[in-house]
């Protein structure tokens, strides 16, 4: 989110055909462990789909309108809402009655547990006996803008002054709903008479919140720094919150980003005043950018566990990828910290040529980085308990881009010889793991404009990061503090724009087409922003801060301005996918865009769909037949009040605005884009 505040062949053979993620759950592995060990999961991967189709749908023009937009012939399912009870056992949020204070009800937390989330962001399909018209879908709820949900709270705007402070203090049981709001949602979806359902009461369903617990595992496990009085062997956490994109594993579990979570913690002003506190704890936070004194949702005013003077290391527990298992519902979340700890946007595991796990992650702060793990042991396709651990052990790398056009992952690995060793900090590689940040900047990471969405194409194996944009890349050369460090905050090689307003995507071409290899080349694939009036580019050689790049293409006519990529996703023809979080060029709302990534129309960009009035779209995940396109709506009429919403979308009349997810289909069928 932005804060609005001053995703029977042999073994071999198969891999040998790059097989993804994505092509092993379409095969249907996401079945049941009976079914993993079976044959169904070496079936051809499109065996059951109908053929990829090229993009043939009429794009669109941006919208202002408080509405889903849509190319003619194109239709949307309302599928869940925030609020939507996901048992009988609980009742509906009745949202007519917001402004008369019913989140301030004093079993308005414990409802919110049993009720689909609020903001909703990543979203990840897995099919149930191998069907594309039923499966269970986890989505991430993001966060709250807690003035549209409570009357008189101030919401992010009283932040600065103390007032949203006061309305919790006033209203404890505030901070409660947020946290019962926040986490993930799991719950089981089919697709009836041509229209998406989800099923109340379905065994699967399940709610994650900030109070779950989740197991801590990999090298931080046990760590100095993961331990807390209410927690002294740091094995095990309370809760997930902050959840922003995600992932899907080969062996069907899903991956869930904790992103922005030093918004959570209070009082690091106080912190700093103890000198009974390691100094570098201290430094770790302010390198995370946490908030000086209140944090933007109070929860320490109802939970000391986000006072910093209380609990000081508490925040080391968070900015972690989980793994969860969908199919479970009685198994505990697992941290992986093997992954590294940022400010996660999402995780796009991808498995290699000989088998290991790669996985691709970007930290979504400005001049922050992008990531890929590399496992130890290889993926086993037979067993699928065998997979559980596997994101335990491996090499977490950073990406360097050179300007030749070539790049380097590097090793975020502990060396008593240095760079990474006591005297920068780091006693052990979970030291490293946990400041990750700390650890990749000394390493000489390069600095990007935002680093969002990271995914292999299943088609090519190609890697798209979406880099949303980063207004403090200055013109000239010269040295910033940002993020607890001094950087060079001029354009480099890859990140070319100053004042990048509209963002850009990177394409990255792994050596010998190995996702293991340390070394790779790059270009910029895509320049977001207006290709008409002479902005249009076909050479990045000529990149000024209005220029739009579309990987070549040259005719502005067929193209659709874009700002802002944050998410992306791809159907099983290899197009690209991007939905948006922030400005649009031309001040429309925010959408989702399509283009091819080979062959002549490479970086034609046509927009498919537009949200409704202060969203932002997230989620952009496919059915497995490509026939229907999952896509969160997170926080539609935002900054508004239950007073005066700003949206009365999706349900209309004066309705308060609800975060849902949409399912799109083609009138009649087919498949989504052709
Ligand atoms: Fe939560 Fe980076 O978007
Ligand atoms: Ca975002
Ligand atoms: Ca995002």
Redo the contacts with the bound molecule.
Sequence with gaps: ??RRIPDAPAFATLLDRRLSRRDVLRAGVAVAPAAMAGSALFAPAHANASKPAQLGFKPIAGSKADAIVLPPGYTHDVLIRWGDSLSSSVPDLDTSKLEAGVLLGAKAAEYQRGQFGENC?AIHFFPLNGRSDHGVLCVNN?YTDDGTMFPGHPGFRGVGNGASRAFVKEHPQVAHVSKAAQGVSIVEIKRERGRWRFVKDSRFNRRITADTPIDIGGPARGASLMKTKDDPAGERVFGTF?N??GGETPWGTYLTAE??IQDYFANLEQLKARKDVDPFIIESHRRFRMWKAQSLYNWDIADARFNLPVAPTEPFRFGWIVEIDPLDPKSTPIKRTALGRF?H?GASPIIARDGRIAVYM?D?DKFEYVYKFISTARFDAKDRAANRNLLDRGTLHVARFDASGKGQWLPLVFDPKGPLNAAAGFRDQADVLIKARMAAYLLGATPMD?P?DVEANPTTGRIYIAC?RNENRTAEPGTVTYGGREIDSAPNAANPRASNAFGHIIEITEAGDDHTSLEFSWEVFLMGGDPAGGRLITDMKQVKTDSAYYAGYGNAAELSPIGSP?NVGFDRAGNLWIVT?GAQPDGSNDGCWVTPTVGPNRGRLQQFMSGPTGC?V?GCQFSPDDETLFISIQHPGAGGSPAEPRSHWPDGGKSQPRASVIAIRKEGGGVVGS
Excluded: K, L, P
Aim: charged content about 50%.
């Design positions: 989110m932005t962001d993001e902050a922003c994109a992103e922005n400010a946007e970007g979504d935002r969002e949303t944050d979080d932002e997230c």
